[in-house]
């Protein structure tokens, strides 16, 4: 098995209700996300993916889908909270779906890491 990382960021606001917590303020963060795909077999030239379909994959989502916006209003969380996990969830759908155009189902998107500061982040493993 072999395992892949990229890492991506961008800087969006949210708004989360949680009674009595300075979550439910308008609020930014500069996200740092990390992507992992997974997979059994090696390619002719001896990878398991290029780096940078990877990167395009996740460039597409977390810059053009999530970058400087408030992802309350954004459709993908209409009617849920757009928290650390469900921002991990979500990246990790639209990147498998992505890869899987570009890649053949070659890897698996085995994790992935929201990091809303330097020491907090949701960890989702599809």
Known sequence: MFELKVKSRFAGAHQLTMVGQKCENLHGHNWKIEVCVTGDALNSAGVLADFGDIKKAVRQVVEGELDH?????????ENMQP?????????????????????KDNVIVSKVMAWESDDACATYFP
């Open 69 to 77: 916006k408030f992802l309350n209003e954004l459709k993908m969380f």
């Open 83 to 103: 928290t650390s996990e469900r921002i991990a969830v979500y990246i990790a759908q639209r990147v498998q779906s992505l890869l899987n155009e570009a890649l």
